[in-house]
């Protein structure tokens, strides 16, 4: 019996490097994923996906992720545009965009005139010199930069390979103008609370499945969660090593975990 699994109402589910592999050709399901979507469903656990996604609106990924098989819905996703655009909102900040193009309808109702912040996303092909140097001139140009990150990741996993994420280039910016971005998606903790709360969860009766050992697992585990690593995506057997983080247990995939979890109800 894993003690992991006991008295669990709810789960937070990363996205890409646990349902599946993204990439140019719109990604792929990671095996056994759609199925183990379905059995949380049918088996009366809450569920919320928790992701760092900035390549496309929630609708347009959810939408994608559809099409691949997965029982999704634009309600249960928890993602950093639309929670930047509230703080946007009720801070009056006006944005600098740098991010990648079809994240952009996520902001259409922000004002964006004479911009006295920036904010950065997954950008992709948009992260060149010229665009990152535009965004360092806005925020030099500051007494007090403000700068919103969608996420730190390092890297993420494509069908391709590695790639670099915005943590990178946010570090550069930090770096480049003596400042400290604020971070909007995970590791963050009101990230996690904003998932928990739409799920109608405590941390102590949730669990949350990712592929990232600082991002999806030390954060959740901040929160007060059980955190679980899969050993898709992005995982490395180098991150069992990790100095400050210990996840709960790892599983080789998704559908492991859930078969572990449903056991215990």
């Not at 990648?100 to 259409?108: C, G, I, Q, T």
Request: with cysteine; glycine share 8%.
């Amino acid at each position: 019996m894993a003690a992991w699994a006991r008295a669990v109402r709810g789960l937070l589910l990363d996205v890409s490097g646990v349902l599946y592999d993204s990439g140019g050709d719109g990604g792929v399901p990671i095996a056994g994923s759609v199925e183990a979507v379905r059995r949380i469903k049918a088996s009366g656990l809450k569920l919320q996906f928790c992701t760092n996604e900035t390549q496309a609106t929630r609708e347009g990924f959810v939408k994608k992720l559809q099409g691949m098989g997965f029982d999704i819905s634009v309600a249960e996703v928890t993602a950093p545009a639309p929670a930047a655009c509230r703080i946007l909102k009720e801070r009056s900040l006006r944005p600098h965009l740098l991010v990648h193009n079809d994240l952009v309808p996520e902001f259409a109702e922000i004002d964006k005139t004479n911009p006295n912040c920036v904010v950065i996303g997954d950008a992709a092909e948009n992260f060149t010199y010229a665009n990152l140097n535009e965004a360092f001139r806005v925020l030099i140009a500051m007494e007090k930069p403000v700068l919103i990150s969608l996420g730190k990741g390092r890297y993420y996993k494509e069908t391709d390979g590695l790639k670099l994420d915005v943590g990178a280039y946010m570090k550069a910016l930090e770096y480049a103008c003596d400042a400290q971005a604020e971070v909007v998606g995970k590791p963050a903790k009101m990230f996690f609370e904003s998932a928990l709360a739409e799920m109608g969860v405590p941390p102590q009766q949730a669990i949350m499945i990712g592929d990232d050992i600082v991002n999806d697992v030390g954060g959740a585990q901040r929160c007060g969660m059980r955190a679980l690593q899969v050993r898709t995506g992005k995982y490395r057997p180098c991150d069992e090593n990790h100095p400050h983080v210990k996840p709960d247990a790892y599983v080789n995939n998704l559908a492991e975990a859930v078969d572990i979890i449903l056991q215990q109800l």
